[in-house]
C-alpha cells in the first residue's frame, strides 16, 4: 500500500493530484505546516529534513516531490501521463517537467517564507522585490510557451502535474496578477477544473 505524508498548500499537493489522476489508492498521513510532529525521530526517519511530501511503499522511502512523481508513472503509470520515448512531445515533457524545480519554485519558496510564513517585522523587502521580478519572468517563458496549447507537452502529462501545479501556486496562494498572462489563467483554469486536482487540494 503506499502511503503518503502529506500537508496542504505544499508538494505534497502534487503527488495527491497524480495519485488520483492514476486512480491508485493510498493512505495519507496529514500534517499542518510548522506540525512539531514533522521535527519529531518518527517522522525524520521518513524524511530527514522533517518536511512534506514523502511516499513510503512495501518499506521504501522517497521524499523528493519529483523523484516521487516519476516513480510513480514509471511503477504504476502504465504508460498513462508520460509521452512515449520516441514521440515528438518527449524532449518537451522532460524540459517542463524539470522547468519549475529550477526556475520557478526557488522564488516561490523565498515569497511563501517571506509573504506567508514569517511575521512582517522579519520580512526583507529586498528579497521580496528580487524574488518577484524572477519569478515574474519565468512565468512570462511559460505564458509565450502556452500560446495555443492546453497543456505543456502534447496532452496532460506529469509535466503538467510539476509546472503546472506551481503556476496554480504563484497565482492562489502568492497572488501573482495573471491579468496580463491570458495564456496561463486559462492553464490554471483548466488544471484546477480537473476532479484530481480538486481532490488533492482538498484533502
Known amino acids: 500500500m503506499l502511503k503518503l505524508y502529506y500537508a496542504r498548500n505544499t508538494r505534497a499537493e502534487r503527488v495527491a493530484w497524480l495519485l488520483e489522476e492514476l486512480g491508485l489508492d493510498y493512505e495519507i498521513k496529514k500534517f499542518s505546516l510548522g506540525d512539531p510532529a514533522m521535527r519529531g525521530p518518527d517522522y525524520l526517519r521518513i524524511h530527514p529534513a522533517g518536511?512534506?511530501?514523502?511516499?513510503?511503499?512495501?518499506?521504501?522511502?522517497?521524499?523528493?516531490?519529483?523523484?516521487?512523481?516519476?516513480?510513480?508513472?514509471?511503477?504504476?503509470?502504465?504508460?498513462?501521463?508520460?509521452?512515449?520515448?520516441?514521440?515528438?512531445?518527449?524532449p518537451q515533457y522532460l524540459q517542463w517537467f524539470h522547468f519549475c524545480e529550477g526556475m520557478i519554485m526557488p522564488h516561490v519558496n523565498i515569497l511563501v517564507v517571506e509573504t506567508v510564513?514569517?511575521?512582517?517585522?522579519?520580512?526583507?523587502?529586498?528579497?521580496?522585490?528580487?524574488?518577484?521580478?524572477?519569478l515574474n519572468q519565468m512565468l512570462d517563458i511559460v505564458e509565450r510557451h502556452m500560446e495555443g496549447r492546453d497543456y505543456l507537452a502534447g496532452d496532460f502529462s506529469g509535466a503538467d502535474i510539476m509546472t503546472g501545479h506551481s503556476v496554480v501556486v504563484s497565482r492562489d496562494l502568492l497572488g501573482t496578477d495573471y491579468a496580463n498572462r491570458p495564456n496561463l489563467a486559462a492553464y490554471a483554469d483548466r488544471l484546477l477544473a480537473r476532479p484530481a486536482l480538486q481532490k488533492a487540494r482538498s484533502l
Open 51 to 90: 518536511r512534506v511530501p514523502a511516499l513510503e511503499e512495501d518499506g521504501t522511502v522517497i521524499h523528493e516531490s519529483g523523484a516521487i512523481v516519476q516513480y510513480l508513472l514509471a511503477r504504476h503509470g502504465r504508460g498513462r501521463l508520460v509521452p512515449p520515448v520516441e514521440a515528438p512531445e518527449f
Open 117 to 134: 510564513l514569517l511575521p512582517p517585522e522579519r520580512r526583507t523587502e529586498r528579497n521580496v522585490k528580487r524574488a518577484t521580478k524572477l
